[in-house]
């Protein structure tokens, strides 16, 4: 997913969503992420989806250890986006496992332990975690926003 072009569209839609849309969308942000994938370190990884020739969803996912032991390192999924129209049906679905199937493939190689999932756009939250915990997450608490 190195193709700024092809999720610029989407990273837009999801900022849109996310309760910081009152604030500026900062492509130049973006285009660092982007970066850093074409970088190929092979602590970052991305999955970009088209369906019927249209772009749909996206991640971004890095290789990371854990806060409390450097021995331990695990996946963090930074964003997912699945679009709004199709993020409820069966499409949406059939998405969401494939991106699944492919962050475990990028994530195992790598010795990762588990994938942890930051939930912080506010897009569909119930969803999110009834999906995650469908899928054997465990729900640790919460990330919260306090603006000031």
């Known amino acids: 997913m ?3 072009e092809k999720i610029l569209p989407l990273a837009r839609q ?15 942000q973006l285009e660092k992420v982007v970066n850093d994938l074409k970088d190929e370190t092979g602590y970052h990884g991305a999955v970009y989806v088209e369906y019927e020739g249209e772009a749909v969803a ?3 996912f890095y290789f990371a250890p854990m806060l409390s032991s450097k021995k331990t ?3 963090v999924m930074h964003t997912v986006y699945i679009r709004s129209d199709i993020r409820s049906t069966e499409i949406g679905s059939y ?6 199937l492919a962050v475990r493939g990028w994530s195992a190689p790598r010795g990762s332990k588990g994938i942890m999932f930051n939930v912080v756009s506010g897009v569909a939250i119930q969803e999110t975690d009834m999906v995650l915990r469908a899928n054997g997450a465990t ?3 919460g990330n919260y926003f306090m603006r000031l």
């Open 73 to 75: 390192w695990v996946t």
């Open 14 to 28: 999801l900022h849109k969503e996310s309760i910081f849309s009152d604030m500026p969308f900062d492509q130049p």
């Open 58 to 60: 996206f991640a971004y």
């Open 139 to 141: 729900h640790l608490g």
């Open 2 to 4: 190195a193709d700024l």
């Open 95 to 100: 998405v969401w496992q494939r991106i699944m």
